[in-house]
T-cell receptor
Framework: AQKVTQAQTGISVVEKEDVTLDCVYE???????LFWYKQPPSGELVFLIR??????QNEISGRYSWNFQKSTSSFNFTITASQVVDSAVYFC??????????FGTGTRLLVSP | AAGVIQSPRHLIKEKRETATLKCYPI?????VYWYQQGPGQDPQFLIS???????DKGSIPDRFSAQQFSDYHSELNMSSLELGDSALYFC????????????FGPGTRLTVT
């Protein structure tokens, strides 16, 4: 069975601080995909990134960066110089191919001015 | 760019009533997924369709049914509504030839009173 664990239920930071959201996954599949989604207070789910199991390169997109380590089954997400608009619930998710997404329980990030 | 469209955005029903949620995937996307997100919870997979055929099924109650039509739009039918069905219902779509990203619609917030 596939499982995603986000141990941090809530994180509170002050604007401009860096913050890392942790994600640990479990799967028996050799080919799988990892995702991060952002859910702002308005409720929609916003796709942030997809990573396949064969690509362990870290990725940076503006203030966002992701660290994928198969050895520790982790796919962590770092926001650099956080902003108030980053306040949201962030979900890490796992899928095998076109199968359903299995989500973690989410981490609620609050960025204060 | 076109996004996933869901209607209605908000729906209020009474116990034992029936509700129908509609989803219009991104053009050329061939797979549709339905997820249910209860208050403070992560999205849970209900059912998916590929090329109008059911491709996977999650913890969908027998009171719920869904289908995908010839124009690729999908409908989730919910009967004998219960208070516990109050949730945010997301539809997502993806395109097998383009990648594995599931793009989510804005969701339908169902309130059962």
């Amino acid at each position: 069975a596939q499982k995603v664990t986000q141990a941090q239920t809530g994180i509170s930071v002050v604007e401009k601080e860096d913050v890392t959201l942790d994600c640990v996954y479990e799967t028996r599949d050799t080919t799988y995909y990892l995702f991060w989604y952002k859910q702002p207070p308005s409720g929609e789910l916003v796709f942030l990134i997809r990573r396949n199991s064969f690509d362990e390169q870290n990725e940076i997109s503006g203030r966002y960066s992701w660290n994928f380590q198969k050895s520790t089954s982790s796919f962590n997400f770092t926001i650099t110089a956080s902003q108030v608009v980053d306040s949201a619930v962030y979900f890490c998710a796992l899928a095998s191919g076109f199968q359903k997404l299995v989500f973690g329980t989410g981490t609620r990030l609050l960025v204060s001015p | 760019a076109a996004g996933v469209i869901q209607s209605p955005r908000h729906l209020i029903k009474e116990k034992r009533e029936t509700a129908t949620l509609k989803c219009y995937p991104i053009p050329r996307h061939d797979t549709v997924y339905w997820y249910q997100q209860g208050p403070g919870q992560d999205p849970q997979f209900l059912i998916s369709f590929y090329e109008k055929m059911q491709s996977d099924k999650g913890s969908i109650p027998d009171r719920f049914s869904a289908q995908q039509f010839s124009d690729y739009h999908s409908e989730l039918n919910m009967s004998s509504l219960e208070l516990g069905d109050s949730a945010l219902y997301f539809c997502a779509s993806s395109w097998r030839d383009f990648g594995y990203e599931q793009y989510f619609g804005p969701g339908t917030r169902l309130t059962v009173t």
